[in-house]
């Protein structure tokens, strides 16, 4: 009876004191009560800023929207297998892959290249050299792939979809770090984990879970010790899923709703400004975005098309522009 009264008090000392961290976290993070609405689209689209084409491509289903130092936009079409960059206005083919998906620079000026064959190319825009990087997990090979982002260190997560559903969740994320080739296991049981980026102070993972039409919050693989766990950040109505995510410099996601023709915003606490609804001539295939020069830009892949239109705040610099 002794052990059982000792195993209780130690389990109620570990609980207190975790209360008590959480208690002191709380108190520092004390914010004024919103009044009246939380947040209105205005604050994140001037009033007079109006959708604009950028370009359109011919045939695949462009997406994984990425500029280069030089503001070049580079993308990938999984339909058609081709790695495609903007020249001079136009779509040009670039190079052919299996199925590519997702796509992000790294800092030595290479393109990492998710694909639905399940491994992960880099390719070097200066000699057109392009080599598998990444395979196999635990010495098996992985499946499909889909997109992925660096974090500040150079680290690399990346997403595992294929064979995973609403009925049949798992999907995989996996982390690799900066010094190393081999995927760390990051989370598990997705159902088809889409679109990946981190939060601006780098402590979280933000996945977009495509088939249960919301984006789970999970700690950063580096984050120190704190009492958040894994939770929905957002829950969508509408559309499919999300697809693509990008952060800007203040905090705030943003979500590419795919087959809902809009873009969602949210603050870092998860709190809703409202959507972007792409133009009324534009598709719903919201797949994809990026910020370059005050301006978001978006690939909508059913009539292969890019928008772009003007934002307030500037895109949360990637590990690619270091």
């Known amino acids: 009876m002794k052990k059982r009264g000792w195993a209780i008090m130690a389990l109620l000392v570990v609980f207190l004191v975790a209360a008590g961290f959480a208690g002191t976290k709380a108190a520092n993070d004390k914010k004024s009560a919103a009044k009246g609405e939380r947040h209105d689209i205005s604050e994140i689209i001037p009033s007079k800023a109006k959708w604009e084409k950028v370009v359109t491509g011919d045939g695949g289903f462009m997406e994984g929207i990425n500029f280069d130092r030089e503001g070049?936009?580079?993308?990938?079409?999984?339909?058609?297998?081709?790695?495609?960059?903007?020249?001079d206005g136009e779509v040009e083919f670039v190079k052919e892959y299996p199925g590519p998906v997702g796509a992000k620079f790294h800092k030595d000026g290479r393109l990492f290249i998710t694909d639905i064959s399940g491994v992960i190319y880099a390719y070097d825009p200066e000699t057109g050299d392009s080599k598998v990087v990444i395979s196999t997990y635990q010495g098996e090979p992985l499946n499909?792939?889909?997109?992925?982002?660096?974090?500040?260190?150079?680290?690399?997560?990346?997403?595992?979809?294929?064979?995973?559903?609403?009925?049949?969740?798992?999907?995989?994320?996996?982390?690799v770090p900066a010094d190393s080739t081999e995927p760390e296991l990051f989370a598990e049981k997705i159902a088809y984990p889409n679109g990946v980026a981190i939060s601006a102070d780098g402590l979280r993972v933000y996945i977009s879970e495509f088939a249960k039409n919301r984006v789970l919050a999970i700690p950063a693989k580096n984050a120190p010790p704190s009492p958040e766990?894994?939770?929905?950040?957002?829950?969508?109505?509408?559309?499919?899923?999300?697809?693509?995510?990008?952060?800007?410099?203040?905090?705030?996601?943003?979500?590419?709703?795919?087959?809902?023709?809009e873009i969602v915003v949210q603050d870092a606490s998860g709190f809703?400004?409202?959507?972007?609804?792409?133009?009324e001539s534009a598709g719903t295939f919201t797949t994809n975005l990026t910020f370059q020069d005050g301006?978001?830009?978006?690939?909508?892949?059913?009539?292969?098309?890019?928008?772009?239109?003007?934002?307030?705040?500037?895109?949360?610099?990637l590990y690619g522009a270091q």
């Open 72 to 87: 070049k936009i580079w993308m990938v079409s999984p339909m058609s297998g081709e790695l495609l960059a903007v020249e």
């Open 144 to 175: 499909g792939l889909n997109d992925l982002v660096f974090d500040q260190d150079g680290g690399l997560y990346f997403t595992e979809p294929m064979g995973s559903s609403a009925t049949h969740p798992v999907g995989r994320v996996f982390y």
């Open 229 to 261: 766990t894994p939770f929905v950040f957002g829950q969508y109505e509408g559309g499919i899923g999300p697809d693509g995510l990008a952060v800007d410099d203040k905090g705030n996601l943003y979500i590419a709703h795919f087959q809902a023709g």
């Open 272 to 279: 809703s400004y409202g959507t972007i609804r792409l133009p």
């Open 295 to 317: 301006y978001l830009y978006v690939t909508e892949s059913s009539k292969n098309e890019v928008w772009r239109i003007q934002v307030k705040e500037n895109g949360l610099p």
